[in-house]
């Protein structure tokens, strides 16, 4: 059917389809170059992110196994200091009072300062 049209319009069509085609290729390449790209910056977010989950893997289970024994160690002091006898009960509870107190003085003052 090209034939036909291009036999009806003399030669005008064929320049037409030429440029047209010429244009398409244009934008094939274009659109291959900005595809290379788009896949060099997923590989990329693909090596940051696995080197980002070695670290954490590396350096933060160490962190939460210290946090863990020093947790560890302030319960089984607690313990032993409710565990204890009465006069040790009266002492943790002006401290349970007193921390209550802290964070309501903490709460007011944070709230004052972020005008909230």
Same mark, same amino acid.
């Given at each position: 059917?090209?034939?036909?049209?291009?036999?009806?319009?003399?030669?005008?069509?064929?320049?037409?389809?030429?440029?047209?085609?010429?244009?398409?290729?244009?934008?094939?390449?274009?659109?291959?170059?900005?595809?290379?790209? +788009?896949?060099?910056?997923?590989?990329?977010?693909?090596?940051?992110?696995?080197?980002?989950?070695?670290?954490?893997?590396?350096?933060?289970?160490?962190?939460?196994?210290?946090?863990?024994?020093?947790?560890? !160690?302030?319960?089984?002091?607690?313990?032993?200091?409710?565990?204890?006898?009465? !006069?040790?009960?009266?002492?943790?509870?002006?401290?349970?009072?007193? +921390?209550?107190?802290?964070?309501?003085?903490?709460?007011?003052?944070?709230?004052?300062?972020?005008?909230?």
């Amino acid at each position: 059917m090209a034939d036909w049209g291009n036999r009806r319009n003399g030669t005008g069509t064929g320049r037409t389809e030429e440029m047209l085609d010429t244009e398409n290729q244009a934008r094939v390449e274009g659109l291959a170059g900005k595809i290379s790209r +788009l896949k060099g910056i997923a590989l990329d977010i693909e090596t940051e992110t696995k080197s980002q989950n070695m670290y954490m893997d590396d350096h933060m289970s160490g962190e939460f196994d210290s946090s863990q024994g020093l947790l560890t !160690g302030s319960m089984n002091r607690i313990n032993s200091m409710v565990n204890s006898g009465r !006069g040790n009960r009266k002492v943790m509870c002006y401290i349970i009072a007193g +921390l209550v107190i802290l964070f309501f003085i903490s709460y007011y003052l944070v709230t004052k300062v972020t005008g909230g």
